[in-house]
């Protein structure tokens, strides 16, 4: 981050301080951020160097808000997000389902002088190149998901993970990237910025980076707008929206992209809320009946894992995140991962550490695969799977000891993307062929090999009839304790 951007995102989070006070969330907040950094970006685009036409109907753009204060300005500002949320592309993207949540006229007033910038006291937003604008909002989503009790943390995959899978997966100019299930956009993100960074674009390729590189879902619509704007933050997209508000997982969009990289939601089953007939509401188990599904199943990370490969055009790459459960499951797992190790090139497994998710006690995984065209000879396409086992002995938290990009160095230079076929086994880095692993039950892939020093060392034990001396000592001890507890409480 550079050295102005924590110290605005600071400046922005004391304020949500004195709007709880009113009852208005983080999440509330961060969602009226968005609406009014908009505004005001787009209005900063109608001023030299840029010049552009608005895109913000007259009559609601960023002046008329800055025109008005008290009761008028928040009247203003409800019909502003009510009639911005009718548009089309981007501005309908941003804007849908959008209400007022500051009711205070006074604050919101405080708010749009905060944002504009228009005196010694405020944020000079005028003044702050691209990457900035954008690293202050991933600052205030990341504020977000600290919060615990918003929930929002689920949408949100450490940086430190995202930058390392896109290091391996080195994605390159004019490669399309699809996310299924995009949360607030970190894959795209740190896939724009490396493909910025490390090639040298033509006018064409920074075109194509800019409008036609990224797609993604996301089920959620709050999730949606926040990550449509951060996008925009950061110079991707002009007036159409590369997110799509919806589940991905319903049918086959057609879509087909070189790199999928993707973090699904956790959570085994997905499920929907019904009500009965005596109004009562209850969950209705998901089953998605897909020709291009190799298995039905109500197990949400499996199905991600079908449809990824769906999307995926004929060589792509894809890394997705998944529990430990798909690793080992019966049915419908098995059934999966025996096919997904036929059809594809399963080539590399790394194994997370408990601690790095903000949903707590997660153990999870991220598998890398690359689609393969139908074979004809019957072979599979997998030869073996090289496993990173990054979780034995490892001990995050999300506060205390957080996850570094330098952390997964070692998994980065095992990998070595640029000749994986050169690799060479570790300690921590181990291959397994592909009769090795189809002969193991249930085709399990949860495969472990360290020793983990938080567990006994069952080879050093004491003998047996030493361990049953110590036991009965115990035992003993306890009925004593038990026996002068009773003739206690008959002396009382």
């Known amino acids: 981050m550079s050295n102005e951007a924590p110290v605005i995102v600071q400046k922005l989070w004391n304020f949500c301080n004195v709007l709880r006070d009113d009852g208005v969330s983080y999440g509330d907040y961060v969602q009226q951020l968005t609406n009014l950094l908009f505004l005001k970006m787009a209005d900063?685009?109608?001023?030299p160097p840029f010049k552009k036409k608005s895109m913000i109907p007259k009559g609601y753009d960023w002046q008329t808000l800055t025109d008005k204060t008290g009761d008028d300005l928040e009247t203003h500002y409800r019909h502003v997000l009510e009639n911005l949320s009718k548009e089309k592309e981007l501005l309908g993207t941003i804007f849908r389902k959008s209400q007022n949540k500051i009711q205070d006229p006074a604050k919101l007033e405080r708010l749009i002088k905060l944002i504009d910038g228009d005196s010694k006291d405020e944020i000079l937003w005028n003044g702050m190149n691209i990457d900035v604008k954008g690293e202050i909002y991933e600052g205030l989503l990341e504020k977000n998901a600290e919060d615990v009790k918003s929930g929002a943390g689920q949408y949100f995959t450490p940086r430190a993970l995202i930058d390392a899978i896109v290091d391996v997966m080195q994605p390159k100019p004019k490669e399309t990237i699809g996310d299924p299930a995009c949360g607030t956009g970190g894959f795209f993100l740190s896939a724009h910025k490396y493909i910025a960074d490390n090639f040298s674009l033509?006018?064409?390729?920074?075109?194509?980076?800019?409008?036609?590189?990224?797609?993604?879902?996301d089920i959620v619509t709050e999730v949606v707008r926040l990550c449509a704007m951060s996008m925009y933050l950061h110079g991707i997209g002009e007036k159409a929206s590369q997110i799509v508000s919806g589940d991905s997982l319903v049918s086959d969009s057609g879509d087909r992209f070189d790199v999928v990289m993707t973090n699904p939601p956790f959570g085994k089953k997905s499920s929907t809320i019904i009500f009965s007939e005596s109004g009562k509401a209850e969950r209705e188990t998901l089953s998605y009946e897909r020709d291009d599904f190799w298995a039905t199943t109500s197990n949400k990370q499996l199905n991600f894992l079908q449809h990824v490969k769906t999307i995926l055009k004929a060589n792509g790459r894809c890394a997705i995140v998944l529990p430990d459960n798909v690793l080992f499951e019966g049915g419908a797992g098995e059934?999966?991962?025996?096919?997904?190790?036929?059809?594809t090139d399963c080539h590399t497994l790394l194994r997370l550490?408990?601690?790095?998710?903000?949903?707590?006690?997660v153990k999870a995984n991220v598998l890398?695969?690359?689609?393969?065209?139908?074979?004809?000879?019957?072979k599979a396409w997998t030869d073996r799977l090289w496993i990173y086992d990054f979780r034995t002995n490892q001990h995050f938290t999300l506060k205390e000891n957080q996850l570094s990009r330098d952390n997964l160095d070692d998994f980065v230079k095992c990998y070595n993307a640029k000749n994986t076929l050169k690799r060479k086994e570790s300690k921590n880095f181990k291959s397994f062929p592909y009769d090795e692993l189809v002969k193991r039950d249930k085709v399990s892939l949860d495969v472990f090999w360290l020793k983990d020093d938080s567990i006994e060392d069952v080879d050093n034990l004491p003998p047996p009839e030493e361990i049953s001396?110590?036991?009965?000592?115990?035992?003993d001890s306890a009925l004593d304790s038990v026996k002068s507890l009773i003739k206690s409480l008959g002396k009382n």
Not at 44 to 47: F, G
Not at 335 to 343: P, S, Y
């Open 44 to 47: 900063e685009q109608t001023k």
């Open 353 to 361: 550490p408990t601690g790095i998710f903000y949903a707590g006690g």
């Open 335 to 343: 059934t999966v991962r025996k096919k997904m190790l036929e059809n």
């Open 469 to 475: 001396k110590e036991i009965k000592k115990n035992l």
């Open 202 to 217: 033509d006018p064409d390729q920074k075109k194509f980076l800019k409008t036609k590189t990224f797609k993604g879902w």
């Open 368 to 378: 890398f695969f690359d689609k393969k065209p139908a074979r004809t000879d019957g």
